[in-house]
Every structure is written in C-alpha cells, then in structure tokens.
C-alpha cells in the first residue's frame, strides 16, 4: 500500500510519496518530492528514498500544531527546525498572522535531503520558503493522520495473515 501527502505552499508543494509501513521497526519507506511553483519555474527534486518513523510523523504533526499556539500568542514566534532522525528532510516554522485557529499563514522553510555527492562528504538538501495558509496545514495534517491510521490498521491485518 503507498499514499501521498500534500504539503501546499504559495510557491512551491511538497509530495510526501509513503509506501508500506515496516511492522518490526514502525518505519515508513518514503520519498519526499519538492516542486517548485511553475509560475516561478520548472524545478522538481525528489529525495533519496528514506525511512520516516511514525514518531516522527507524530512528532511532526505536534510541530506545527505547536508553532500556531506560539504564532496566536506573538506573530514573530519561530519554531526551532524539525529535522526527523533519518535526516530526510528539514523544516522550520517562521512568523506569520493567525487570525484565528482556522484563518491565517505563516512562512515555511522546507528543505529535502538530495543525497551526497561524494560518500564521506555531508548530505545536499534543496528547499525553499513559501507562505503556508492554515487551511493549506490542516489538509496535509489530516492526510497524515488519516494515511498513518491506514498503514497501522493495514500492518495490523497482515500481521495475523
């Protein structure tokens, strides 16, 4: 089983691309895809294929709904960057206006991990920073959840098979 996620920005939409969950490990194989608003350009990178934990999902998912709580109390919160124990990609949550808990943006830096080009040298990562409306947030954190309860409910049945 494989899901997508989409992550909408003004400039650019991330495609979290999530295939079967590793039921000895709760790890999620995934590649993460970074394409740029054509209007802009014509730019798409995708990352290397890398294993997600679903801690890091949840951790993710209490991330952002942290940084609206820091936002609704001073515009100019910034998150500290999250950065999943795979290294397969970066984000950092920066300031912005909420109006209220549904109406608002604030900016996002993404940045996908594009490999090495040498092996002893440090990773690449490629990104950008767009604005995030709330409405746009919550779409991809409730396909998240909704993705994770389908690969939990998935493995559980294939477990006893």
């Known amino acids: 089983m494989s899901s997508k996620c989409f992550l909408q920005t003004d400039g650019y939409h991330v495609v979290f691309n999530l295939q079967d969950l590793d039921t000895t490990k709760n790890y999620i194989d995934?590649?993460?895809?970074f394409i740029l608003d054509p209007v802009i350009s014509e730019i798409s990178v995708k990352s290397i294929p890398t294993f997600i934990a679903l801690s890091d999902w949840q951790e993710l998912i209490a991330y952002f709904e942290q940084h609206i709580i820091g936002l609704q109390q001073n515009?100019?919160?910034?998150?500290?960057?999250f950065v999943p124990?795979?290294?397969?990609?970066?984000?950092?949550?920066?300031?912005?206006d909420i109006l209220s808990p549904n109406d608002g943006e604030f900016n996002l830096l993404f940045m996908i991990n594009a490999g090495r080009s040498?092996?002893?040298?440090?990773?690449?990562?490629?990104?950008?920073?767009?604005?995030?409306?709330?409405?746009?947030?919550?779409?991809?954190?409730?396909?998240?959840?909704t993705t994770l309860d389908l690969l939990k409910q998935n493995s559980d049945i294939n477990a006893y098979i």
């Open 75 to 81: 515009p100019s919160y910034q998150s500290d960057p």
């Open 85 to 96: 124990r795979e290294l397969g990609f970066q984000i950092k949550a920066l300031s912005g």
């Open 118 to 145: 040498h092996e002893e040298l440090s990773s690449t990562y490629i990104g950008g920073e767009s604005a995030i409306t709330l409405e746009n947030l919550q779409n991809f954190l409730s396909s998240i959840r």
């Open 30 to 33: 995934t590649i993460i895809e």
